[in-house]
């Protein structure tokens, strides 16, 4: 498959933001040729299509698959292995966000916890037991709110993504 200069100067770029995100810049790579192209594809023509090592595509699929952003399909009359992602954008935005809460957010939660419920606890500073009970609430509102943003319709997501900092006008008595 040739990119043409726009699908190139995207699937670059998302691999650019994929390494700042701490994602392997062919996995975002990969991911992005595959949300653009819209259709499954074998690794063999990623492989060609981005002029990455095999073994590499091997690994990144591999990678995708463990985050639940790409599954692996088959195409009548070809039996290699193709390899599809959702092409909604709320799709995927769910299940990044979902994806690193699991791996992010509950593992912190899960040792705060475990600080703040620790004979040890007593031992260390009031300031220090402070803080990591502020961190450990901020953690739960963020992580609840989160869960409850995600179950949001796209439309009604997008409209409280829009309000911003206006939702204050709301809730701050006039």
Sequence with gaps: MKLNPIAQRFVLHWGEMGSKWGVNRTVSQIHALLYLAGKPMPADEIAETLDVARSNVSNSIKELQNWNLIQMVHVMGDRRDHFATSTDVWELF?????????????????VLRDCM??????????????????????????????????????ATLMKVMKLGAKIQNLLLPK
């Design 117 to 154: 419920n620790s004979a040890d606890l007593s031992k260390e500073e009031a300031a220090v037991q402070r803080r990591i009970k502020e961190t450990l609430e901020l953690m739960q509102a963020l992580s609840a709110w989160g869960d409850q943003m995600l179950k949001l319709d796209p």
């Design 94 to 110: 769910r299940t990044v966000v979902s994806e690193r809460k699991e791996r992010e957010f509950d593992p912190t939660i899960v």
